[in-house]
T-cell receptor
Framework: KQEVTQIPAALSVPEGENLVLNCSFT??????LQWFRQDPGKGLTSLLL?????REQTSGRLNASLDKSSGRSTLYIAASQPGDSATYLC??????????FGQGTRLTINP | DGGITQSPKYLFRKEGQNVTLSCEQN?????MYWYRQDPGQGLRLIYY???????QKGDIAEGYSVSREKKESFPLTVTSAQKNPTAFYLC????????????????????FGPGTRLLVL
């Protein structure tokens, strides 16, 4: 059974710092991996999707990498801003559109 | 504007009562999903539907029921058999893989609604 783990559960950094969020999964047979953002009491917003054949995806200040063989993905956020404060979730797809989610990392950017 | 709407934003359930959460989308998506989120945890799949009049159980379907009579709508009923219903419920939709061939990046992305918080009185 696929299990997805995100470490740390919470992270607090000063504004302007670069930071890395981690995601690991136990079964490397995935179609893709997605990173989502969730603001308190809100739904999820898709940030980046990496296909299983890809190594990384970039969108603005965000860069996501995927190492399928080791079961790991990272989300790199450059020049962090207070508006980046949110919970970040990663999820892997194993077909039939079913996503398995990690528990999330709650990120706080301090002005 | 295209999107997914969920109602109500907050819902209160009395002991022994069934309650229904609404999910509507105007994105012309074939596939729809229901997830449950508990505090400090990720999302867990309750039910999903790839096409009208068809749906499958997810990982935690016990105590829940769904229907898919229209493409735009996928209501979730939390029955009295669900003993711990207090949670945040999220609905999502996506294009069907069969209809989006050649646009793989699109059909693999799920779009989420704003959620419904269910509380027990």
């Amino acid at each position: 059974k696929q299990e997805v783990t995100q470490i740390p559960a919470a992270l607090s950094v000063p504004e302007g710092e670069n930071l890395v969020l981690n995601c690991s999964f136990t079964d490397s047979a995935i179609y893709n991996l997605q990173w989502f953002r969730q603001d308190p009491g809100k739904g999820l917003t898709s940030l980046l999707l990496i296909q299983s054949s890809q190594r990384e995806q970039t969108s603005g200040r965000l860069n996501a990498s995927l190492d399928k063989s080791s079961g790991r993905s990272t989300l790199y956020i450059a020049a962090s801003q207070p508006g980046d404060s949110a919970t970040y979730l990663c999820a892997v797809s194993q077909g039939a559109q079913k996503l398995v989610f990690g528990q999330g990392t709650r990120l706080t950017i301090n002005p | 504007d295209g999107g997914i709407t969920q109602s109500p934003k907050y819902l209160f359930r009395k002991e022994g009562q069934n309650v229904t959460l609404s999910c509507e989308q105007n994105l012309n998506h074939d596939a729809m999903y229901w997830y449950r989120q508990d505090p400090g945890q990720g999302l867990r799949l309750i039910y999903y539907s790839q096409i009208v009049n068809d749906f499958q159980k997810g990982d935690i379907a016990e105590g829940y029921s769904v229907s898919r009579e229209k493409k735009e709508s996928f209501p979730l009923t939390v029955t009295s058999a669900q003993k711990n219903p207090t949670a945040f419920y999220l609905c999502a939709s996506s294009l069907s893989p069969q209809l989006a061939a050649g646009r793989r990046w699109a059909w693999e992305t799920q779009y989420f609604g704003p959620g419904t918080r269910l509380l027990v009185l």
